[in-house]
């Protein structure tokens, strides 16, 4: 009987393990997908840290994944303070959310082709700016 008790209780240590890596390894490659985005979109990850907020099963082409989702800080002039988003799965980035920058704000290499029109959002009536 106690044999039985120890190997599930390796079980379960060793899962509590896998599990933990696995987190690790996840928020290793979200801290690097963020801070690849805000290079590309010339924003400035603030501490330059993530904070893990939510774990959920998330299903992805009729499999369920484990997501996590990171938030994290950004200014985009050094003065400002913004949040952003990163969902992540074992497989990659699942989804991000970063503050708009005006198109004049974009860096040069990041100037946008002859065709393509930036998208803004809609003014609602009685919205003047």
Known sequence: MGNAFDFVLLLLVAGIAAAWL?????????????????????????????????????????????????DFEVSMDGADRARGSLWMTAAGPAGITLPERPEAALPPSETLPDNVIPLRPRRREGQHH
């Open 22 to 70: 696995a987190l690790t390894r996840m928020r290793e490659h979200a801290g690097a997908e963020v801070r690849r985005q805000c290079r590309r979109r010339g924003l400035q990850l603030l501490d330059d840290s993530i904070g893990w907020r939510v774990v959920r099963l998330r299903r992805v082409q009729g499999r369920f994944h484990l997501a996590c989702r990171y």
